[in-house]
């Protein structure tokens, strides 16, 4: 349920950008009358409809449920939980926020750029660890270098070499030097193109995920358009997909869309989906598709209009390679290190076919639910090994019990995650393989 002051937050942004309460009630779906007593809190709206208030004003629902103060507090917090050294009054963070809100502000500007600084000098440090086309490039240069100072130290050293084994040699040096140059030029290129922000794409997978993100996941004109070369204009005419392997992954990624969308067409999906709460098996055994297939479907299926969860989502192969991405808010997919091994997206890969269901706690103490399942990626014949791909459909627990996927009373298997061990503070965790980039202050 919303927070019982709502309702003063709603008729406050209302009046800021200038609509007459009617018109927020037509497009909220409501009547006026009753988006009077919610502005006037003498109705607590449920979490559908503040959703659809939320939609109607542009904005995130977390202001109207939760208020600006709530972030400034969580901020406040943060500040304080990472420099307990100081000891700063945690209880006092609410008089701190009322009292002097500009300081407070101020505080908690400082806090986020911190984390944001963190966070992109982890990124660029992993990148410069685990990005395989920079490790294969400076490893190409080495092998170049080597040959050319083998053979210049033959010829350096020998006099007796006859002139047709120094003209093997010498154009052996030309080769190799021109193929360091060529080598030096590509990373030197690679290199400007990373060190102009994050947001510029330095690698084929990074154009290829800020594509899908452009589009927020979502590609309405091929559900539209069932014909086989839709898939094709839509990637020539994306200028995000300038490398063809960023393209080739693009047009993967897009007929598997196309193929869900036929299998699972939008508007009766979203009718069993939520008659059913959203649940991978009624839906699997509606379509007679894969529950993999529902994972994905679910994941494109929050947009403007739409009344719906939102849902994060992870395919991995069987080495644990991310495949797809479809990130959560407060439940981060990171793009550089490996995830979390704690995930039961892993777990899936040692009972193939069976789906499992878990509550993950995060650091922070945010909830979660995951649905995980893994599937051969193409039905092995007898003799053959089966490849399998496993996916993790996450939501925020409360969204999910808001939206009646799971009974609150259930009782189902709790497990302690994090994003990955390096970006990860849980420093007595058993699993970790690395150390984290921000251990847990004293």
Known sequence: ?????????????????????????????????????IEHN????????????????????????????????????????????????????????????GWAQLIATQVRQMRDQAATVA??????????????TLHEMLTNITAIRSTAGILATESDIPPNQQRQFQDTIHSESIRLSDAAGSLVAYLDRAEEGPKDAATPQEAFEQFLEKHDHVFEPLEENAATDAVSTFVSSEPLLADEEARLRARYWLNLYRSDAGAMPFAEFIEIARKSGFSPEVLSKSFDVSILAVFRRLATL?????????????????????????????????????????????????????????????PDGSEFLARS?????????????????????????NEALAWGMIDRNAVRPRQAVGTSCRLCQREDCAARAEPSLFPETA
């Open 123 to 136: 990124a660029l440090t992993d990148r410069m660890n685990y990005d395989p086309r920079l490790q294969a």
């Open 1 to 37: 349920m919303a927070n019982p002051l709502a309702g003063t937050r709603i008729r406050e942004q209302r009046r800021a950008v200038g609509l007459r309460q009617s018109a927020l009630a037509d497009g909220a779906g409501i009547s006026a009358s009753y988006l009077n007593l």
């Open 373 to 397: 399942i893994a599937v051969p990626l193409i039905e092995a014949g007898f003799g053959e090994t089966p490849h399998y791909a496993s996916g993790m459909l996450v939501t925020e627990l």
């Open 42 to 101: 003498k109705r607590n709206p449920p979490e559908r409809v503040l959703a659809r208030i939320a939609d109607a004003l542009d904005m995130p629902i977390s202001a109207l449920r939760d208020g600006a103060e709530s972030s400034l507090l969580s901020d406040l917090r943060t500040a304080a939980s990472n420099n307990a050294a100081q000891q700063a009054e945690t209880d006092r963070a609410q008089e701190l926020a009322s009292r002097f809100p």
């Open 302 to 362: 929050a947009r403007k209009g739409v009344e719906a969860p939102r849902f994060g989502l992870v395919v991995i192969n069987a080495a644990g390679q991310p495949l797809y991405r479809r990130r959560l808010p407060g439940f981060s997919l990171p793009r550089f290190t490996s995830i979390c091994a704690l995930w039961p997206v892993f777990q899936a890969l040692s009972v193939p076919g069976h789906p499992l269901e878990n509550l993950l706690i995060m």
